[in-house]
C-alpha cells in the first residue's frame, strides 16, 4: 500500500473548501489525507469540521504573536511535528512570510476564487461584475512571495450571468473550488506537477484540446 500524502491545512473561516478536501481523501479520489487543520481564528468553522472528521488540530491566535515571522515559525513547528508534506491554505486570511515559503518551497497551494492573474486580492467577484467580465472563476496556484501570483496550476471558468449578483457569482465559483481544489493535490499526491518559470506542466500531459468558451454564446 502506497504512502499517502499528509497534508496540512490553513483556515481562518467556514472551512468549505477544507470540507471538499476531506471528502476527497476518505472517499479516495486522491491518496492523501488530511494530518493537521490549523486556524488562526479560535471560532473557525474549520476547527469543527476537523473536530467531526477525527483529524488533530489546533488554534494557533496570531494575536498572541509580535510579528509575522513570529507567528510564521509557530506554524512550521506545528506542521513539521506532524510530518505535512503539503501546505493548503483554505480559506487564510493571513499573508504568509518568507519563513513559512522556505520551509515548505513549492509545496505550499492556495485557491483564489478569480482567473488570475485577474482580480488578485479581496471582493474579486465583485470587482468582476463592476469591470463587466463575461467570465470568471477559480485558480489554484503555488504560493509565491507576492500575493496571489504563484504558478497557476488549474481554473475553472464560470460565466458571469446577466443577472449575477456578488453572492449568486461567488456560490457558483465555489462549487468549482470544490472540484478544483482536490484535483490539484491528486496531481500533487501523483508526482505529475512540474513547475517550469511560471508555467506547471503536467506529466504525462493529457489530451490537449483547442474547445472554446463564448459568453454570450455565438449561435
Do not use: W
Request: proline letters at 6%; one cysteine or more.
Amino acid at each position: 500500500m502506497s504512502k499517502k500524502l499528509r497534508i496540512g491545512a490553513l483556515a481562518s473561516g467556514g472551512g468549505t473548501n477544507l470540507q471538499a478536501i476531506i471528502d476527497r481523501c476518505l472517499d479516495n479520489s486522491i491518496d492523501a489525507e488530511v494530518a493537521l487543520v490549523i486556524s488562526n481564528n479560535p471560532d473557525a468553522g474549520a476547527l469543527e469540521r476537523a473536530r467531526k472528521a477525527g483529524i488533530p488540530f489546533q488554534c494557533i491566535d496570531h494575536r498572541g504573536f509580535d510579528s509575522r515571522e513570529s507567528y510564521d515559525a509557530a506554524l512550521v513547528k506545528a506542521l513539521q511535528s506532524a510530518g505535512v508534506e503539503l501546505v493548503v491554505l483554505a480559506g487564510f486570511m493571513r499573508l504568509i512570510s518568507s519563513v513559512l515559503l522556505d520551509a515548505y518551497p513549492g509545496r505550499i497551494m492556495n485557491i483564489h476564487p478569480a482567473l488570475l492573474p485577474a482580480f488578485p486580492g479581496l471582493h474579486v467577484q465583485r470587482k468582476a461584475l463592476e469591470y463587466g467580465a463575461r467570465f470568471s472563476g477559480c485558480t489554484v496556484h503555488f504560493v509565491d512571495k507576492g500575493v496571489d501570483t504563484g504558478p497557476i496550476i488549474i481554473q475553472a471558468v464560470v460565466p458571469v450571468l446577466d443577472n449575477d449578483t456578488e453572492q449568486s457569482l461567488s456560490e457558483r465559483i465555489l462549487r468549482q473550488e470544490h472540484r478544483i481544489y482536490p484535483q490539484a493535490i491528486h496531481l500533487f499526491a501523483q508526482g505529475r506537477l512540474r513547475v517550469e518559470g511560471r508555467r506547471v506542466l503536467l506529466d504525462p500531459p493529457l489530451s490537449p484540446t483547442e474547445a472554446a468558451l463564448t459568453n454570450p454564446e455565438i449561435r
